[in-house]
Nanobody, 128 residues
């Protein structure tokens, strides 16, 4: 059974760090792309970063580039999203999701419907 478990959310002060974790099981971790999405109330879920565990490439959207780092621990089959400098508009529910890197992308690499497996969300609240 495929499982993704996001954790690590909580309250963080603006400018402070927070690390989210996505523990996975039930699929070939090193052949999958793991992405982070977030949803602000009233807005659509947006993809913000991914790591391709097959070739190690990473990607960030502009709003988090330079402030967040995504990484993988292959032994633990866990992906991390390190928020180095949180800011108020990072407040959201964060989700991790997985897609098979061997499958061709139809829309965009962070397209919502490209991802077949999803974890539950973890709330991040940034206080100013």
């Amino acid at each position: 059974e495929v499982q993704l478990q996001a954790s690590g959310g909580g309250l963080v002060q603006a400018g402070g760090p927070l690390r989210l974790s996505c523990a996975t099981s039930g699929f070939a971790f090193d052949s999958y792309v793991i992405a982070w999405f977030r949803r602000v109330p009233g807005k659509e879920k947006e993809g913000i970063s991914y790591v391709n565990n097959h070739d190690g490439t990473t990607y960030y959207v502009d709003s988090v580039k330079g402030r967040f780092t995504v990484s993988s621990d292959y032994a633990k089959k866990t992906v991390y999203l390190q928020m180095h400098k949180a800011q108020s508009d990072d407040t959201a529910v964060y989700y991790c999701a997985a897609r098979d890197s061997r499958r061709q992308v139809v829309t965009t690499p962070l397209g919502l419907y490209e991802y077949e497996h999803w974890g539950q969300g973890t709330q991040v609240t940034v206080s100013s």
